[in-house]
Nanobody
């Protein structure tokens, strides 16, 4: 079993910064791609940023130049550095990871529980 735990959310003023973390634990053999999504009530979940096992990254147009995704493989942790935050960035942010587990002998996708980000003055 694999657990993903997001942290780092909170309340920040417009123009401020936050760094989200997504820490994976459990019977992990390897972590492949990891994505950050966000979702507001009543809206579809939106892909914000993605990072492959090799470190290649991709971003939604709405966050390019402001958000940076990175990973620390030794810690099984992926980060989302969010700068120049705007009120429209207010959402619950979720990480999703493609994980190869020792127990299952295959890869599966796992979700974290989400962390709230609120950008408001």
């Amino acid at each position: 079993q694999v657990q993903l735990v997001e942290s780092g959310g909170g309340l920040v003023q417009p123009g401020g910064s936050l760094r989200l973390s997504c820490a994976a634990s459990g019977s992990i053999f390897s972590i492949n791609a990891v994505d950050w999504y966000r979702q507001a009530p009543g809206k579809e979940r939106e892909l914000v940023a993605a990072i492959t096992s090799g470190g290649s990254t991709n971003y939604a147009d709405s966050v390019k130049g402001r958000f940076t995704i990175s990973r620390d493989n030794a810690k099984n942790t992926v980060y989302l550095q969010m700068n120049s935050l705007k009120p429209e960035d207010t959402d619950v942010y979720y990480c999703n990871a493609d994980v190869w587990t020792l127990a299952a002998g295959r890869n599966d996708y796992y979700w974290g529980q989400g962390t709230q980000v609120t950008v408001s003055s």
